[in-house]
C-alpha cells in the first residue's frame, strides 16, 4: 500500500461526510491507498451510521475522546501504507493532491513532513510561514515585533516562486509523513489533548535533520475550526486547551531557566486577562460570548491547581497524562 489515509473525528460527522465523499470518488491507476478513520467515542448514534455508509473504508471508534495526538497514532498503528497523510475532516482530498503529495515526497526524501496549500470556503488561501515559538517572539506582542523588525528577511523565505517552501510547521490538518520518518520520530507526542502538537511533530522532525516543506503543485480544501467550537462550554473547553498545549509546549522544548520564565509570563498575562474580563462579563451578563471567559477562569483555575499537584504541565485529558496518574 502506498497511502494510508488517517482521518481523527470526534462529532464532526457533517464534515466528514463531505470528506469521506471526495475521497470514495478519487479512483487512481497509479498509486494505492487506504482510508483509516478514528472516531474519538463520539458516543452520539453517528458511528455505526457511517461505519456502514462507508464499508470500504476502515472506520473505528477509539477508547475514549483521547485527543488528536493518539488518535493519530491508533490510526498509524493499524495503517499498511509506506506513507501516511494525516488529514483532518473539515477537509476534502482529489486524486491531483495525493499524486503530488506523494510524487514531492518520494523525490524529496530530505523533507520529514510535507504539506500542500490550503484554500477555505471564502477562497482565501492560509498563511503558511508559520515559526516555532521562541524566547523571543512566544507571545503575540513579541511575535509581531519580530516579524515587523525581520520582514524582508521572511518575505524573501516565504515569497517565492518555487514549487516547494520551507516554513518551520504546518498544521495538522494536512500532513504527509512517510513511515520512515514517522517511526523516527515515534510519532505524535501524547502529552498533547488539541492543540500544539502540530508544531511539535514538525520540531521533532527539524531536531533530527529532516525538513518541513509545502509544495505550491497541490492544493486541498479545508474549513478551518469547523467541528471544535459547537457552543459556549465547548468553546471555553478549546480555548483553554489553547492554554494548557502552550505550556506543555515549553515544558518540553525550553531548557529550565526559559521554563520558568515563559510559565509565569503566561500565568500571570492569561489570568489577569480572564480575571478581568469575568467581571465585565457580570455587568454585561447580555453578550453570551463574554461567558466564555469565567467558564476559562473556573477550567485554568482548576489546570493549576492541578498542575501544582501532579507536577506535570500536560493536560488531565491527554493519554500521556494517565501514565503519570498510574
Wanted: net charge positive; glycine share 6%.
Amino acid at each position: 500500500m502506498d497511502i494510508s489515509i488517517i482521518i481523527v473525528n470526534y462529532r464532526g460527522w457533517k464534515a466528514l461526510d463531505e470528506c469521506l465523499e471526495s475521497i470514495a470518488t478519487i479512483v487512481s491507476k497509479t498509486i494505492s491507498f487506504e482510508v483509516i478513520v478514528i472516531d474519538n467515542f463520539s458516543n452520539d448514534g453517528q458511528f455505526s451510521i457511517f461505519k456502514e455508509k462507508y464499508s470500504k473504508f476502515t472506520i473505528i471508534e477509539n477508547s475514549g475522546n483521547n485527543g488528536f495526538s493518539n488518535g493519530c497514532n491508533v490510526g498509524a498503528s493499524m495503517a499498511t501504507g509506506n506513507h501516511f497523510l494525516f488529514l483532518n475532516p473539515d477537509t476534502k482530498l482529489t486524486i491531483e493532491a495525493l499524486e503530488i503529495l506523494l510524487q514531492t515526497a518520494v523525490s524529496h526524501p530530505e523533507i520529514g513532513i510535507l504539506s500542500c496549500l490550503q484554500i477555505n470556503e471564502n477562497a482565501i488561501f492560509y498563511k503558511q510561514n508559520n515559526l516555532f515559538p521562541a524566547l523571543g517572539r512566544f507571545f503575540g506582542i513579541s511575535r509581531a515585533l519580530f516579524r515587523k523588525w525581520n520582514k524582508a528577511k521572511l518575505e524573501k523565505r516565504f515569497n517565492t516562486t518555487t514549487d516547494l517552501f520551507y516554513p518551520d510547521w504546518v498544521t495538522g490538518a494536512v500532513i504527509f509523513i512517510s513511515r520512515d520518518w514517522y517511526t523516527k520520530i515515534n510519532g505524535w507526542n501524547e502529552d498533547y489533548w488539541l492543540y500544539f502538537e502540530d508544531v511539535d511533530l514538525c520540531k521533532k522532525i527539524t531536531d533530527i535533520g529532516g525538513k518541513v516543506g509545502v509544495t505550491r503543485k497541490a492544493t486541498i480544501f479545508h474549513q478551518h475550526g469547523g467541528a471544535s467550537r459547537l457552543n459556549i462550554k465547548t468553546k471555553a473547553l478549546t480555548k483553554t486547551e489553547v492554554i494548557i498545549s502552550k505550556h506543555t509546549y515549553i515544558s518540553n522544548q525550553f531548557t529550565f531557566g526559559i521554563q520558568i520564565y515563559l510559565h509565569s509570563l503566561l500565568i500571570i498575562g492569561v489570568l489577569l486577562e480572564k480575571i478581568i474580563l469575568s467581571v465585565i462579563s457580570l455587568f454585561l451578563f447580555f453578550i453570551p460570548k463574554l461567558k466564555v471567559n469565567r467558564l476559562m477562569l473556573k477550567n485554568l483555575s482548576v489546570y493549576y491547581f492541578n498542575a501544582i499537584q501532579k507536577q506535570t504541565w500536560i493536560s488531565p485529558r491527554a493519554m500521556n497524562y494517565l501514565k503519570i496518574k498510574a
